[in-house]
């Protein structure tokens, strides 16, 4: 019985060091792991501003190329344009129109066709060079209307 005492203390003296050296495993890998984390979250906090970096940079070269054909009316800077984004959106304003007005234009014209009325810039198109136009013919036939000469109806 005494040996069995003493191998039962020798297994307990293992399982306690195999516990210790266990513990200094995952306390290792628990450390790595945070280093880990921290070395990913620098590299994504750089790649973020990078990002930004080359957003704002392309924003103003945007806003260059607008001013140059007078779609913007205010210039900034890029720190001003890194400063504050969304009073950037308010400010648009397009200098060449309203689609809006444009969208109503368009009906207008074709409720005044679909009445029978023509207006004055209602001209005929222009023959293309492989066109002809017969002697009795003032408009071009419509892409119906050639449609159906070319079906053979």
Same mark, same amino acid.
């Given at each position: 019985m005494g040996k069995l005492q003493q191998q039962l #203390?020798? %297994?307990?003296?293992?399982?306690? #060091? %195999?516990?210790?050296?266990?513990e200094t495993l995952v306390k290792a890998l628990s450390d790595a792991?945070?280093?880990l984390d921290e070395q990913l979250l620098a590299d994504v906090q750089a790649i973020a501003s990078d990002h930004e970096a080359r957003r704002i940079t392309i924003l103003g070269e945007l806003q260059g190329l607008a001013s140059s054909i007078g779609m913007f009316q205010v210039s900034r800077s890029p720190a001003a344009a890194q400063i504050d984004? #969304?009073?950037?959106?308010?400010?648009?304003?397009?200098?060449?129109?309203?689609w809006r007005q444009a969208t109503n234009n368009i009906?207008?014209?074709? #409720?005044?066709?679909?009445?029978?009325?023509?207006?004055a810039s209602a001209a005929p198109r222009p023959l293309f060079p492989h066109e002809k136009r017969s002697a009795g013919a003032s408009v071009p036939l419509s892409l119906i209307e050639r449609r159906k000469r070319a079906a053979g109806a």
């Open positions: #203390e020798e %297994m307990h003296i293992r399982i306690a #060091e %195999m516990a210790s050296h266990e792991l945070t280093r984004h #969304e009073a950037e959106v308010a400010a648009y304003i397009p200098s060449a129109g309203d009906r207008d014209d074709h #409720e005044d066709a679909a009445q029978g009325g023509h207006t």
